[in-house]
């Protein structure tokens, strides 16, 4: 009889009888998530080597090939390591795996090493159909294209590419997140790039090609869904925010992971590059909008001085400046360089504090020009404010409470807010008028009359 005693991973005690296969979901991964990861992920991959995910264990790193081989634990460099036998030792200046955890893995290669991973804990394929909707879910995404044609719209497992005007849905783009949580054009409007994923399961960011309407890569990390994705002025990179208070890169080309920074010391929630795309300034509830160099992830410091949990940023297009809004309903533009040495409690940054709002901000946007910008939230109202005096110039009125996204049309002539209620309004951000409001996804007759 193979037993193992007990084992604690994790957390928890397990027992392995005669009668019981090794499962690599329940007690491998565990071990190499606890002991391995830290340093062999795709951010550090130590010696080439990514042991975060199964078909990386597989493929090995640059010098030993396969991490392990399957019903060959003695052939295999991951048990080879763990022992001793192959140096450095690992895990690298930690204490030695207790012998029944290495006895456990070299059970799994032996029995051939397989992937038990339920189907509920993987990734889904992508969607064949669209989805029919009973009613429209809300909207936390959109955007438009640098010609102002196309509006891109977040769904349930799709992005809609509709026409500028709402007048017409030119594309429906599958993909496996189930939230969409911001999408993006580069800057020649080639590329649509989307940013979310399903929670307690899995981030994704969708890479899209605009005119053939196809889905050129599927980036999948982390174990929940992306927030606030920022596309590189040079249409390379993108950066998002993690629920597992990091913030990430990404290559578009490649789908590389460039760097995993964790300044941050809660969810990340909006990010911003800086004009020249060097920098970057990630904001989320630590409160903190904090720089960082755009190549590295190296933190530089905080921008602002502490106050609420932040939800919201947008940078002003013409400097590098950033209008922050979050908890406590104030909007605050900051100089992202500081004119002198910082001290505790300096708020040397801060460039202008604007109009208290009705409730908490989620929403920012600016106009082409810099000239004004606008704020929404959880009121009935969007404000339009002049950027240079503050004084509100008009205000988008009669909406739902629950603003969640604003976009300025490349020309600046119509503003897109959406949210709560799942529709889309296109405003005239002169005088705020209602120019339209539309349901971005197609509602089942039969479905929505039951």
Same mark, same amino acid.
Do not use: C
């Given at each position: 009889m193979k037993s193992f005693g007990l084992i604690v991973v994790m957390g928890l005690a397990t027992t392995l009888t005669a009668a019981e296969n090794v499962s690599y979901y329940n007690q491998v991964r565990p071990i190499i998530q606890k002991s391995c990861s830290g340093c062999h992920q795709p951010a550090n991959k130590l010696g080439g080597l990514v042991l975060t995910e199964? =078909?990386?264990?597989?493929?090995?790193?640059?010098?030993?090939?396969?991490?392990?081989?399957? *019903?060959?634990?003695?052939?295999?460099?991951?048990?080879?390591?763990?022992? *001793?036998?192959?140096?450095?030792?690992?895990?690298? *200046?930690?204490?030695?795996?207790?012998?029944?955890?290495?006895?456990?893995?070299?059970?799994?290669?032996?029995?051939?090493?397989?992937?038990?991973?339920?189907?509920?804990?993987?990734?889904?394929?992508?969607?064949?159909? =669209?989805?029919?909707?009973?009613?429209?879910?809300?909207?936390?995404?959109?955007? #438009?294209?640098?010609?102002?044609?196309?509006?891109?719209?977040?769904g349930y497992r799709e992005v809609l590419l509709h026409r500028a005007d709402g007048s017409k849905i030119e594309a429906r783009l599958l993909g496996r997140a189930e939230k969409i949580h911001s999408v993006a054009f580069t800057s020649d409007g080639s590329k649509l790039i989307a940013v979310g994923g399903s929670p307690v399961r899995f981030g994704e960011i969708q890479v899209w090609d605009v005119a053939k309407r196809k889905l050129e890569r599927s980036i999948l990390a982390t174990n929940d869904t992306f927030f606030g994705g920022s596309v590189s002025p040079d249409g390379t990179k993108v950066v998002v925010g993690c629920t597992d208070n990091t913030v990430r890169m990404y290559d578009l080309a490649t789908g590389e992971e460039l760097f995993k920074a964790g300044h941050h010391e809660d969810w990340v929630l909006a990010t911003s590059f800086g004009i020249d795309g060097k920098r970057i300034v990630t904001v989320g509830r630590?409160?903190?909008?904090?720089?960082?160099?755009?190549?590295?992830?190296?933190?530089?410091?905080?921008?602002?001085?502490?106050?609420?949990?932040?939800?919201?940023?947008?940078?002003? =297009?013409?400097?590098?400046?950033?209008?922050?809004? *979050?908890?406590?309903?104030?909007? #605050?533009?900051?100089?992202?360089?500081?004119?002198?040495?910082?001290?505790?409690?300096?708020d040397s940054t801060l460039v202008k504090q604007y109009e208290e709002q009705k409730s908490r901000i989620h929403a920012l946007e600016f106009s082409p020009d810099g000239g004004w910008f606008a704020v929404g939230g959880m009121s009935d109202e969007v404000p339009i404010y002049n950027a240079e005096t503050g004084e509100r110039q008009a205000t988008l009125s009669d909406l739902p409470p629950g603003t969640f996204v604003i976009r300025s049309a490349p020309d600046g002539k119509t503003v897109a807010v959406a949210g709560f209620d799942g529709n889309v309004r296109l405003f005239n951000p002169a005088d705020g008028t209602l120019v339209k409001k539309f349901t971005p996804v197609p509602i089942s007759a039969s479905e929505a009359a039951e």
């Open positions: 199964f =078909p990386a264990i597989l493929k090995g790193g640059a010098k030993n090939g396969a991490a392990v081989r399957a *019903g060959a634990p003695a052939e295999s460099p991951l048990i080879s390591y763990l022992t *001793g036998k192959s140096e450095p030792r690992m895990p690298m *200046g930690g204490q030695p795996l207790p012998a029944a955890e290495i006895e456990m893995l070299e059970a799994w290669i032996n029995e051939g090493a397989v992937d038990d991973t339920p189907a509920e804990a993987r990734a889904p394929q992508v969607p064949k159909e =669209p989805p029919t909707y009973r009613q429209p879910p809300v909207v936390t995404a959109i955007a #438009y294209s640098p010609d102002g044609k196309l509006l891109a719209v977040g630590d409160r903190a909008a904090k720089l960082a160099d755009a190549d590295t992830g190296a933190f530089r410091e905080n921008v602002n001085l502490l106050r609420d949990g932040l939800n919201a940023i947008v940078r002003h =297009p013409r400097r590098d400046y950033v209008l922050i809004g *979050g908890e406590d309903r104030v909007p #605050y533009l900051y100089m992202m360089d500081r004119p002198r040495a910082l001290k505790i409690a300096d």
